[in-house]
């Protein structure tokens, strides 16, 4: 990730390819503070001001195409509660201090997949909306079909938006991969899905 911190002065963004939500965020010291002391407080100020940049960029990431994370967010104190108790898991990435300028830069940075990513807690709040609509939804799977370990789709000049649960139909509208046809042992262990910039990347992936 060393290179991501680079490509953002101040705000936010979210690096598919990398699995990484990252927000940077600065802090100016007091007038009247000096010494080290005033390297300590914007160091501070930097932090919180980064974990607000990251919150707002992990409430702008898509779960499907039509909700994001601010949408759940808006319908539930428990989602509320679970988001917050996840951006304190944030990592530091990068800081640096501008001693001419006395301001401190700190970017920090969440996972999107993976164990402690944002993708396994939102699973079961997204399952849970979507038991009201299961019943119209049919599947193409059949079990005396075989399975296989991972499926690469190349969309390259699609322009399909990035989320983290994206849903894959048939040309018959019949869907062939959604989280309710993964079991969820096996997205716990694999995933739901990856994003690489190069089929040469998916494929080393898989």
Known sequence: YNDIPNKLESGGDTYWEQGLIIGVGSGVAPVESTGGKSRIQARRAAIIDSQRQLLETIRGVHIDSETTVRNLELNSEEVKTILHGFLKGFQILNESYKEVDRIYT???GVHLYGEYGLQPIVRP???STQKQT???????????????????LDAKGLKIPKVLFPTISSVTGKV????????????SQRGFVEYSDSLTAALSNS
């Open 125 to 127: 709040i997204l399952n």
């Open 134 to 152: 299961s019943s119209q939804v049919t599947t193409d799977l059949n079990p005396k079909k075989e399975y296989y370990s991972s499926l690469i």
């Open 106 to 108: 700190v970017v920090v």
């Open 176 to 187: 062939i991969y959604s989280t309710e046809t993964i079991p969820s042992t096996l997205m």
